[in-house]
């Protein structure tokens, strides 16, 4: 069963949409997902039932098969045929097509007698092996409408949204592997029994709202997952806060005991030591190749809101900037600056205050409230007179809502003093300013908290060319050409939130390195973007570009 909160984060989303959702009885609802696609099903009931199939391949009468599969793909927007030659129908009309042979095959994936993974797999072969399109939304969307109880409709992109969802590819749950390789390209035995593992448990989950056939649950599923996207992916840059999951809830009572003060855990000492030299903008511009003005910009920013966030596509050198905007804003005074990165097991407690174990020297488990990282890092900022910055790597990826607590009102009235949840009363010092950083290729699928993102100045930091430019300049790599390459690569892409970033090429010896760079890192990320498109990368191979980048 799904723990109740991750059900409830589904049904607030799909509240955005249709305020008054309580059940799949909801007539707006109902008109807008569930109507048409039983009406389909039952067409497919009729027309691609077993015996119907059955009979059109014992008469040979694989175009009246054909012309059935072609009427159902067609009865409704669920499959895309915007362009029929690579579109999710395009094996139909597939002019290699070996009509009986595909028909006995389809026939089978509905009706075999092996589990429907097994049965998916042998068909994925078949297309491979005749060298036809093979996608997963063609053979799944058959097998929804014609077992709508057990089935379920595979959209690569909207199921990876929702086994993120179910389980966020982190280290901290082993037990699934990275997400990226949970869908695998084409339809696979293993990638659909997980697809099917997971959408089972939130139907048993749903039950109590109604849900009376995976066509409720892939309904669900499709709603959240573009309500999710409309506010990450779709929002303005300045929307682009991507929120975890909640930390795990404790579900055994704490006893308390006294504290032995020396024998309490505390945070290893921080990898980033004060730095009281000077470092002026000249050098912060010169070294991150970014112009002066904008940097000046950036910094008045920080200054007014006291917090910003750098935000931009994978390897457009964020937390580079970030560290030396720190560096900047603490040099030569009596100040410092600090790094903590957050990852979606990160938790209040960790970064205010909460109550961790340690054993005496007669061996007693005692526990103690303990300052968390920010707090700590306030006490000792408190202590000096300097601009002290702490530095938040990969700040979208905690639960920040959750990470931050009661201190969201501080972050706006910096002159304010709350009461903690435990007691005593807490202010952020004058003197503390704060830089996260957030990819936003990067997002999680929880509900975006609007009142922590006005509390921070956004910095968009898209792929400036011009660094490229400014690093190669010494180093004798003629950087135009490739400069021009990643254009036309990142208008193919579209998404600026995905663009292909500079930084993978900032290498002294970038002629040498670029075969491996771009075979070893940017041609998985292309194929992890065109997931279900893989013909958009084909002039994006390296075989085919080498002779643009290397003389």
């Not at 084409?186 to 849900?211: C, F, M, V």
């Amino acid at each position: 069963m799904l723990p109740n909160w991750q059900v409830q984060e589904l049904i607030q989303l799909v509240r955005q949409r249709y305020p008054d959702w309580k059940d799949f009885a909801h007539p707006d609802f109902m008109a807008d997902e569930i109507s048409y696609k039983q009406a389909t099903i039952a067409k497919a009931q009729n027309w691609l039932s077993q015996d119907a199939l059955d009979q059109l391949l014992a008469e040979g009468n694989h175009d009246t098969f054909l012309e059935r599969l072609n009427k159902l793909a067609q009865d409704n927007n669920l499959l895309w045929r915007s362009v029929p030659s690579s579109g999710d129908t395009a094996v139909l009309n597939h002019p290699d097509l070996d009509k009986p042979a595909f028909c006995t095959q389809l026939r089978n994936l509905l009706y075999g007698d092996r589990p429907t993974p097994d049965r998916l797999q042998t068909f994925s072969d078949y297309l491979s092996a005749s060298d036809l399109p093979n996608k997963w939304p063609l053979p799944t969307y058959f097998l929804f409408i014609c077992h709508p109880q057990t089935e379920m409709l595979v959209k690569p992109r909207t199921a990876r949204w929702f086994l993120k969802f179910i389980q966020p590819d982190d280290e901290s749950h082993p037990p699934i592997p990275q997400t990226k390789l949970l869908i695998t390209l084409k339809p696979s035995a293993s990638s659909y029994a997980l697809i099917l593992q997971q959408t089972n448990l939130l139907y048993e989950a749903l039950r109590d709202h109604g849900a009376r056939d995976m066509v409720d649950v892939q309904s669900l599923i499709w709603v959240c997952e573009q309500i999710s996207k409309h506010q990450t992916g779709r929002l303005s840059d300045k929307g682009q806060i991507e929120l975890g999951v909640p930390e795990s809830l404790t579900t055994s009572p704490i006893r308390y005991a006294p504290a032995m003060e020396t024998a309490v855990l505390h945070d290893p000492t921080p990898d980033y030591q004060p730095r009281t030299e000077p470092y002026s903008l000249e050098q912060c511009a010169s070294d991150t190749g970014l112009p002066q003005d904008d940097l000046n910009r950036w910094l008045r920013a920080i200054e007014r809101k006291g917090q910003a966030i750098l935000f931009g596509p994978p390897g457009t050198g964020k937390t580079f900037l970030a560290q030396k905007l720190a560096q900047h804003l603490t040099q030569g005074q009596d100040g410092f600056w600090e790094m903590v990165q957050f990852h979606p097991a990160y938790a209040y407690e960790d970064f205010v205050q909460g109550i961790r174990p340690f054993t005496d020297d007669d061996g007693n488990l005692h526990y103690s409230l303990v300052p968390g990282r920010f707090l700590e890092f306030c006490q000792r900022a408190s202590q000096h007179d300097g601009i002290c910055v702490l530095v938040i790597d990969e700040i979208n990826r905690a639960n920040l809502a959750a990470v931050f607590g009661e201190l969201m009102l501080l972050l706006e009235y910096r002159d304010a003093s709350i009461p903690l949840a435990s007691g005593g009363s807490f202010h952020i010092p004058a003197n503390v300013r704060i830089i996260g950083t957030m990819n936003t290729a990067d997002r999680s699928i929880a509900l975006v908290d609007h009142a922590l993102r006005r509390r921070f100045a956004f910095i968009h930091l898209p792929p400036n060319y011009d660094v490229l430019r400014h690093f190669h300049a010494s180093t004798g790599y003629d950087a135009e050409p490739l400069i021009r390459l990643l254009q036309r690569l990142n208008r193919q892409i579209a998404d600026p939130h995905y663009f292909v970033g500079i930084t993978f090429f900032l290498e002294q010896n970038l002629a040498k390195q670029l075969p491996d760079i771009w075979q070893l890192e940017i041609e998985p990320y292309l194929e992890e973007y065109f997931f279900d498109q893989s013909d958009q990368i084909t002039t994006f191979r390296w075989a085919k570009i080498a002779k643009q980048l290397i003389p």
